[in-house]
């Protein structure tokens, strides 16, 4: 019984320590190499697929560069610092909508959109969970627009929609 016990705290611990290592990055890929560009053209290019996909969606001006390698605002760090916190550079510029309205019907509207327009751009789709509703599309450059439909523990409909580049470097 003892030796059971031990084994079942060990599995738990390993899962634990590999549940940890995923949640602070070490399980991605590794990060190619970052893409240089301006802050201006990368603002744009996470908010006109959001204006293409959300009508609704209103660009703001440019925001300013975090103050020190913390993620601040839109822009999220590529790499971690000492305290495991994400820090730049480089950067990822992401803008997102946590609360889209619940309604099946303008989800649809906005996965159309993914599918009419975006591929039309020449994005690429690809899977993101099992609701028939959740797109995600990839650019040529790797920026991605993600709509993410899901369901809270309490059974309600939950969507988000989230546009990000990839790792870049800034030519102001």
Not at 127 to 150: G, H, M, Q, W
Request: aromatic share 8%; glycine share 6%; hydrophobic share 40%.
């Amino acid at each position: 019984m003892a030796v059971t016990a031990v084994k079942r705290y060990f599995s738990i611990g390993f899962a634990a320590s590999l549940l940890l290592l995923a949640g602070c990055g070490f399980a991605r890929e590794p990060q190619t190499e970052p893409v240089l560009m301006s802050r201006a053209e990368a603002w744009r290019s996470v908010n006109e697929p959001m204006e293409l996909v959300y009508p609704r969606w209103k660009i703001l001006p440019l925001p300013d560069m975090p103050i020190g390698s913390r993620s601040s605002g839109p822009y999220q760090g590529c790499s971690r610092d000492d305290g495991m916190m994400s820090a730049g550079p480089p950067w990822r510029v992401e803008v997102k909508v946590d609360d889209l309205p619940s309604d099946r019907y303008e989800l649809l509207l906005i996965a159309e959109s993914f599918d009419e327009k975006l591929i039309k751009l020449g994005y690429k789709l690809e899977k993101v969970n099992d609701d028939p509703l959740s797109r995600r599309a990839r650019s040529r450059s790797d920026f991605t627009i993600e709509l993410n439909v899901r369901h809270s523990v309490s059974g309600a409909q939950v969507a988000d929609l989230t546009a990000s580049s990839p790792c870049l470097e800034f030519s102001y």
